[in-house]
């Protein structure tokens, strides 16, 4: 025995929080988690999970109108925001119950309550002190609102899950994929939707084409993009919000949300005292083995501020349970990690930009189509896709590839194994395609655009 109460204290029940724990218990480890608001942290809560059943809510009206083209006759129909809300909340309360019986069946302690730290080894809940030999924040990110006359009327991601009605107009302030995301799922339900962003692209960080298209893909649909600008103030005006553009100009609206990033959840709990070293940012700084400069306090997922996506924040924790449990050193290889954004259409995306190939090798060959999909031959819609692939000419490799359309993100998870795998493009030449699909379209593409 020890002398500690635990051998593991984990600090937040996300996505990062609740693998590392399970894990570590399943190899005999004593493990305390504690978390202070919801049980699955915010990918099951204010994230991925609530936001994908939002996106499905609002493909409906294109499916209904699509059907008429197939020989259908759809009645009148009508959406209903608190049932959409009240059956996502009752979803959300079922996976509660499976991180819960998950973590108790593991073996896990679960504390209920704000985590603070007292020392390098001890940490306090709802009044109860616990020491541990090792800690490990796991404390993910918050949306960051900045600091405008009447911040007080702003909502941000975490309320839109909760909002009690659906508003008739909104302002979306950000070009993230969160800002994106949502202006997609407002528009589909019903919502006259402005993006407001001081940029002059959406979604900084993707390929600069397929972010263009998506953005004349969106504009088509009926979604207003402001580009180069941003709110200098907000004011209620009766029922609604009156917004000052730094342009002197002024829109009305029901409802601002802001997308405009998130930071660390890194103060208030106790770090600070200990001299837990963080960023200019606000992230926790970690070495390879996510070991702070407190070598009994380790940090992984969003707070740590690298990749902020689920999966990765889960691989980290898995990898950080194998090097410290099971001796097994499988670091988490950060290149091609795929991502998606879930606009309408949607994006996905692995592997280099076609400026980042540019800027890392001299030889580059782009493969490219712009296609109308099947569907939309009867559907009624003037939707396209668009597929690219970035080659190195030398070696032949697959370092990137993107697609804006239908079912984007399905068809560049199969293809993040090639490139993780590293297929060449003769790979892909070789393999037989799957008839009638737009995946195909991946193995069809022979000449070079640029
Ligand atoms: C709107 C939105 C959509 C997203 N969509 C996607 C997506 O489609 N795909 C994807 O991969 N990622 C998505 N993400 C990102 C994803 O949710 C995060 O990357 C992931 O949840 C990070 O996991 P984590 O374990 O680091 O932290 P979190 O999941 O944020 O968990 C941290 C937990 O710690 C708790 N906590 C904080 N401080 C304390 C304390 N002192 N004591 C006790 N508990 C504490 C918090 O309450 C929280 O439950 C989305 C995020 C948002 C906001």
Not at 128 to 150: C, N, Q
Not at 215 to 235: N, P, R, S, V, W
Not at 245 to 269: C, E, H, Q, W
Not at 392 to 418: C, F, K, L, W, Y
Request: charged content about 20%; overall charge negative; aromatic content about 8%.
């Amino acid at each position: 025995m020890t002398q500690y109460d635990f051998d593991l204290f984990v600090i937040g029940a996300g996505s990062g929080g609740v693998r590392a724990a399970n894990m570590a218990a399943g190899h005999g480890v004593r493990v305390a988690i504690a978390e202070q608001r919801y049980l699955g942290g915010t990918c099951v809560n204010v994230g991925c999970v609530p936001k994908k059943l939002f996106v499905y809510a609002s493909q409906f009206q294109d499916q209904f109108d699509a059907a008429a083209g197939f020989g259908w006759t759809v009645g009148k129909s009508t959406f209903n925001w608190t049932s959409l809300v009240a059956n996502k909340n009752q979803e959300i309360e079922r996976l509660h119950a499976v991180y819960g019986n998950r973590l108790q069946k593991s073996g896990v302690s679960i504390l209920t309550g704000r985590a603070q730290l007292l020392d390098d080894h001890t940490v306090a809940v709802d009044g109860k002190e616990y020491s541990a030999e090792r800690i490990l924040i796991a404390t993910g990110g918050w949306p960051f609102v900045p600091d405008i006359p009447g911040k007080q009327h702003i909502v941000t991601s975490n309320d839109m899950f909760f909002l009690d009605q659906l508003p008739k107009q909104i302002i979306i302030v950000g070009g993230g994929y969160i800002a994106v995301e949502f202006a997609s799922i407002l528009h589909g339900l019903g919502v006259n939707t402005t993006i407001c962003h001081r940029g002059h692209k959406l979604l900084s960080g993707f390929d600069e084409e397929i972010c263009d298209f998506l953005t004349q893909e969106m504009i088509k649909k009926g979604i207003h993009i402001l580009f180069d600008t941003d709110i200098e103030a907000i004011e209620s005006a009766g029922d609604c919000l009156a917004v000052r553009l730094i342009d002197g100009s002024k829109l009305i609206t029901d409802l601002v949300m802001y997308a405009t990033g998130r930071i660390p959840n890194s103060t208030g709990f106790g770090l600070e005292a200990l001299g837990v070293e963080l960023d200019s940012e606000g992230a926790i700084k970690v070495n390879s083995d996510y070991q702070t400069n407190v070598p009994s306090i380790y940090a992984l997922g969003d707070v740590t501020n690298r990749v902020n996506l689920t999966p990765v924040a889960i691989a980290e924790g898995m990898a950080w349970v194998n090097k410290l449990y099971d001796n097994v050193a499988k670091p988490v290889d950060y290149d091609n990690i795929p991502t998606a954004v879930f606009s309408q259409p949607t994006i996905g995306s692995v592997g280099l930009t076609e400026a980042q190939a540019r800027e890392k090798y001299p030889d580059i060959d782009i493969y490219k189509t712009i296609f109308t999909p099947m569907k939309n031959a009867l559907s009624g819609s003037d939707e396209k896709t668009l597929m690219k692939i970035i080659v190195v000419r030398s070696t032949n490799r697959v370092i990137g590839m993107h697609m804006v359309g239908s079912d984007a993100p399905e068809i560049i998870q199969g293809m993040a194994v090639a490139i993780q795998a590293g297929a060449t493009k003769a790979v892909f030449d070789s393999t037989i395609g799957i008839h009638p699909t737009a995946a195909e379209e991946f193995i069809t593409m022979r000449e070079v655009v640029t």
